[in-house]
């Protein structure tokens, strides 16, 4: 090994993020939404439509992060 380089070791998730998946009504295309939890209009990247979409209940957001250690928990235990 170069003794200039680090070796490369993978790197754990510092937080989460909840997706949530919004379908487009003018082209059907998904599209990707972190938690959105005030109303608000999303912008389609493929027709470049708006539309509105439904909040998310921000305490199941919390919750969710909260039993799954913001991440810390899905870690492969393989790799701890």
Not at 28 to 47: F, N, V
Not at 53 to 59: G, K
Request: with cysteine.
């Amino acid at each position: 090994m170069n003794s200039g380089k680090k070796a490369m070791l993978p790197v754990k998730p510092v937080r989460m993020e909840i997706i949530y998946i919004y379908p487009c009504p003018f082209c059907g295309r998904e599209l990707p939404l972190a938690s959105p939890t005030q109303p608000a209009l999303a912008h389609c990247d493929m027709c470049k439509n708006q539309y509105p979409v439904v909040p998310i209940d921000e305490r199941m957001t919390r919750f969710l992060k909260l039993v799954n250690a913001d991440g810390k928990a899905a870690i492969d235990q393989d790799y701890l």
